[in-house]
C-alpha cells in the first residue's frame, strides 16, 4: 500500500518529530510513505477566520500535491476536517475527491489498516485530551483510546472534562486570549490531577497551548503527540 503525508504547518515548522513518527510508524506497518513537495498550507486559518477568497488557490495548490493518492494520511484532526468538511464547499470535483480521501492518522490506522495493535511499547502513565475537531467534527470515537490500550507498558489515566475545550482554538487563542488561557489551566490542572506525566492527543496545536501554559505553571506534564507514542518501541524508544 502506497499513502502520502500531508503533514502540516504546525508540525512541519515546530513538531517534526511528529512527522517522523507518523512515517516511521506507517512504514513499519508496510505502507509505502511519500512526501509530495508541493504540499502547503491546507488553508484553515484563513478560512476560519472568513477569507474564503485568499483560502482557494491554497485548496487548488493542495488538490494539485496529492491529486495522485489514493491515501493522504495527516497526524492532525484540524487540519483533516478542514479538508474533509470544507474542500467540497469549493464546488471543485478535484477538492471534493481529495477530501474523500484524506485521513486523520488514527482514522487511518483503525478503519484502513484495520489495526489497533500497532507494536507499540511505551513504559508510561498517559491521560488523554481528544481534540475538538477529532472529537467533533470527525468522529473519531474511541479509536485513539483503542490504540493507546494496545501500547505495551503503558497505563492510560481516564482525564477529567476529558471533551471540554483546551481554549486554543486556533485565532480564537489570540481574538480571546484570557478566556483560552483560562480554559488551558482547566485541561492542565485536570491533567495533572490523574497522576500522568503524559498529555498525549492527536493535534499539536492543542499540545502547544496545554504545553505553554504547563510549563508556565511549572507542572509535571509533558505533551507528546499520539504519533510518537505509536512509533516507540522496545529497539526505538521515544525520548
Not at 484502513?112 to 468522529?139: E, I, K, M, Q, W
Not at 482525564?159 to 488551558?184: H, I, Q, R
Request: with cysteine.
Amino acid at each position: 500500500m502506497r499513502a502520502a503525508l500531508f503533514v502540516t504547518c504546525v508540525n512541519d515548522a515546530l513538531y517534526p518529530s511528529t512527522g517522523i513518527a507518523t512515517v516511521r510508524l506507517l512504514e513499519r506497518l508496510g505502507v509505502a510513505v511519500d512526501f509530495p513537495d508541493a504540499q502547503s498550507c491546507c488553508g484553515q486559518p484563513q478560512f476560519n477566520t472568513g477569507y474564503r477568497r485568499e483560502t482557494e488557490p491554497l485548496v487548488r495548490r493542495m488538490v494539485r500535491a496529492f491529486e495522485e493518492y489514493e491515501y493522504v494520511v495527516t497526524p492532525s484532526g484540524s487540519c483533516a476536517a478542514m479538508i474533509r468538511h470544507h474542500y467540497p464547499k469549493f464546488g471543485d470535483r478535484a477538492a471534493a475527491s481529495l477530501a474523500a480521501r484524506t485521513y486523520e492518522l488514527t482514522e487511518f490506522l483503525a478503519d484502513v489498516l484495520g489495526v489497533t495493535d500497532v507494536g507499540a511499547y511505551f513504559p508510561h502513565t498517559v491521560t488523554y485530551h481528544p481534540s475538538c475537531h477529532g472529537l467533533r467534527v470527525l468522529g473519531l470515537g474511541d479509536r485513539p483510546r483503542r490504540l493507546l490500550d494496545a501500547v505495551r507498558g503503558l497505563r492510560l489515566r481516564e482525564l477529567p472534562g476529558a471533551e471540554e475545550c483546551c481554549g486554543f482554538g486556533g485565532t480564537f487563542a489570540v481574538k480571546n486570549s484570557d478566556v483560552s488561557v483560562a480554559m488551558g489551566r482547566d485541561k492542565v490542572d485536570n491533567a495533572v490531577s490523574t497522576g500522568a506525566g503524559v498529555l498525549c492527543g492527536a493535534d499539536n496545536s492543542c499540545l502547544m497551548h496545554i504545553g505553554a501554559i504547563a510549563s508556565r505553571a511549572d507542572a509535571p506534564l509533558r505533551p507528546v503527540h499520539l504519533a510518537e507514542i505509536l512509533a516507540s518501541t522496545e529497539e526505538e524508544p521515544w525520548s
